[in-house]
């Protein structure tokens, strides 16, 4: 398989002049160096600054058609090349092959949700107190935006970015993950290939902190789009805070999963597992602190963990490999401190807890079973194939667990009474809530998150309101006497 070169595009341009401070990328299920990644310097961000300024000049003029056409020709690329991209994936990333032709299947149909939708961006009219006036509300494209894309889903999560402000109109800087940078190196070979016009989409690679700061303090930069650690998300907000510039910032959650005792524990365990586990954990909205009701706590521990035994853990390339490696060393150490601070506070640790193998950054599929909201492992975010589990009383006690930690991304309730599902879901503090199923996501539902999980959406038709502004427009037929 062709690993692809790593390259900045800037306009039209491949470049990439080797520096000492390039970075690896490593094949996580080895070890293996599998490619270098450039580091833009401060020309290169300037170069990419008057890209996306000048194509954006006449970008915004284009119709609706041309863009929804451009990218219609993008995602049936994306699904012409699926198995080449997937591969690519799986190479850096480390998910199975399977979930990473998911991944591109899904971002193709994003594409077109977003080529679907541009075409309904519309205005209105404000009926007005004079019969010689007429009020305009028309919806602009916001300019030249930043998009800052993580590692986990490489290229469904930086589709959504890309897809929203082309389709929108807006021009892009894509700064894209160093742990996985193929698929953004596809997402931008093949919108080329699809015939957009030179500039539209730039693509930058290197230091994060250098190139957010760089390039939100530019002028022609109106918009910072991210996904990522709330830690760093808050750092960009006030970045973009100081600079006025729009922000969407999709951060972390620490999913909580309501399991009542009228629930099919054996069918709610093994359907949690096989999402706790994709991705090898590595996931925003993963369900993460399992509250499970007293009266099915030990029946739906046991089935959780002969669930968690038999996934197959290995090489996202080899055959029947149901969980894949971390994608990065720094997962693992992650994954090996929560355990031990877990342990130290008097948790037990029903199976997993270890790193599996010499090579690769695997790690055992982890249930940790504790009474206490105060370890780590349940204030921290695991990012990884952990699952907690502790008992809840009743839907009070259950709720106000749920919500006890500052972030509210997705969350997750097991029931079969209406009611109780009704007031879980009014009561959740969370962006997205999913019941009895793992129904986020989609390229037509809204995703994003409320508190510390950051603000704004993205998909659904609320997708394109981070990338317009409202002007108003009130028009008289002749100057006022
Ligand atoms: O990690 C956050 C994005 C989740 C995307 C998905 O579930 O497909």
């Known amino acids: 398989m062709n690993y692809p070169t ?24 080895n070890g293996q160096t599998i490619g270098q990644i450039p580091q833009a310097s401060a020309a290169d961000l300037d170069h990419a600054v008057h890209s996306a300024e000048s194509a954006f000049r006449r970008w915004k003029n284009s119709s609706p058609m041309e863009r929804s056409a451009i990218l219609r020709r993008f995602a049936d690329l994306l699904r012409q090349n699926d198995r080449l991209i997937a591969g690519w994936i799986t190479l850096d990333e480390g998910k199975p092959l399977a979930e990473a032709l998911a991944e591109v299947r899904a971002s193709a149909d994003h594409v077109d949700w977003h080529a679907e939708e541009c075409r309904r961006i519309y205005g209105r009219i404000i009926p007005s ?55 953004c190196m596809a997402i931008a070979r093949y919108l080329l290939d699809a015939g957009l016009p030179e500039g539209c989409l730039n693509l930058v690679w290197g230091n994060a902190a250098f190139i957010s700061e760089t390039l939100i303090a530019r002028p022609e930069v109106r918009k910072i789009t991210f996904t990522g650690s709330v830690e760093v998300g808050k750092h960009l907000a006030e970045l973009a805070g100081r600079h006025m510039k729009r922000a969407t910032m999709e951060l972390g959650g620490h999913a909580p999963v309501l399991v009542f005792d009228d629930t099919d524990a ?110 780590d492992l349940m204030r921290e975010e695991p990012f990884g194939p952990i699952a907690v589990v502790s008992s809840f009383r009743d839907i009070e006690d259950g709720l106000s667990r749920a919500n006890g930690l500052p972030f509210g991304l997705a969350s997750y309730v097991f029931t079969n009474s209406l009611e109780r599902a009704d007031k879980a879901a009014a009561g959740l503090q ?41 002007k108003f427009i009130s028009r008289n037929r002749a100057p006022v006497l």
């Open 430 to 470: 969370a962006g997205m809530v999913s019941i009895n199923q793992f129904g986020l996501a989609l390229p037509e539902t809204p995703f994003g998150g409320v508190r510390d999980s950051g603000y704004g959406t993205e998909g659904g038709t609320e997708t394109f309101e981070g990338y317009l502004i409202t």
């Open 266 to 375: 054996t069918a709610a365990a093994r359907a949690l597992a096989v999402n706790k586990l994709r991705n090898a954990g590595q996931v925003c909205i993963a369900p993460t602190r399992f509250y499970v009701q007293q009266g099915i706590y030990d029946r739906f521990l046991s089935e959780l963990v002969s669930a968690f035994e038999s996934v197959k853990v290995g090489a996202g390339l080899a055959e029947g490999t149901q969980m894949g490696p971390l994608c990065h060393r720094g997962r693992v150490n992650a994954m090996e401190k929560l355990v031990e601070d877990a342990r130290e506070n008097g948790a037990r640790v029903l199976t997993g807890g270890k790193r599996l193998g010499n090579h690769g950054n695997f790690y055992a599929p982890t249930i940790v079973d504790t009474p206490n909201d105060d370890i």
């Open 129 to 183: 107190r004079s019969p010689r006036v007429q009020q305009l509300v028309v919806r602009e494209p916001i300019g030249v935006c930043l998009a800052i894309t993580p590692w986990n889903f490489p290229l469904s999560q930086a589709v959504r970015k890309v897809a929203a402000a082309l389709a929108s109109g807006c021009t892009m800087i894509l700064k894209a993950p160093a742990e996985a940078p193929a698929g």
């Open 6 to 29: 790593i390259q900045h595009l800037i306009g039209r341009d491949w470049i990439a002049s080797p520096t000492p401070e390039d970075r690896a990328v490593i094949n996580p299920a």
